[in-house]
């Protein structure tokens, strides 16, 4: 079995789970913040949506530079719009983890700002960090937020208390 084949599963499973967050997502409260020093509801479901690009750009080269510029964070400002975003990144980094050699995930892969080099790691490392455990992690903060505005979370691992 494959790298890839190994790795689908569980991408696919996450990736089910965060759509199932996204489409709860109210963004007529897009500005809505818990806290002053976290994201917007809004700025948080662009990132969630707009995270799967690093999986299909680290598969399709060696390094990203912020300061050669290039990135570009979502902005999707309704439901249909989001969804669909996230939907393309989903199946264009589910196609460049479906078609790459085992070899291509051993390759590293570089994250940069200028001549500050933030890591380098194997792109199956870069996979696993940057795209499942971040959007893990983010998928986490937004059911923290559907928590607060009294939308019901849905189940991720197993039925939430709001479908029990």
Not at 7 to 33: A, I, Q
Not at 40 to 60: I, K, Q, T, V, Y
């Amino acid at each position: 079995m494959s790298i890839g084949e190994r790795l689908l599963p569980e991408f696919d499973h996450e990736m089910s789970g965060t759509r199932k967050v996204l489409e709860r997502v109210p963004l007529e409260r897009y500005d809505w913040t818990p806290h002053p020093k976290s994201f917007s509801l809004g700025r948080l479901a662009n990132h969630l949506a707009g995270l799967l690009r690093w999986g299909s750009g680290a598969m399709s080269s060696q390094e990203f530079d912020f300061a050669k510029g290039g990135y570009v964070p979502s902005t999707f400002r309704t439901r249909e719009e989001l969804l669909a975003g996230f939907d393309a990144n989903l199946a264009a980094t589910r196609a460049a983890i479906a078609g790459a050699a085992d070899e291509a995930f051993e390759e590293s892969w570089t994250l940069r700002n200028g001549e500050h080099v933030i890591f380098t790691l194997p792109r199956a490392a870069v996979l696993r960090q940057m795209v499942f455990n971040h959007n893990i992690h983010h998928r986490g903060q937004m059911t923290v937020y559907l928590r607060l505005l009294d939308v019901p979370v849905p189940g991720l691992y197993g039925p939430s208390a709001d479908e029990a």
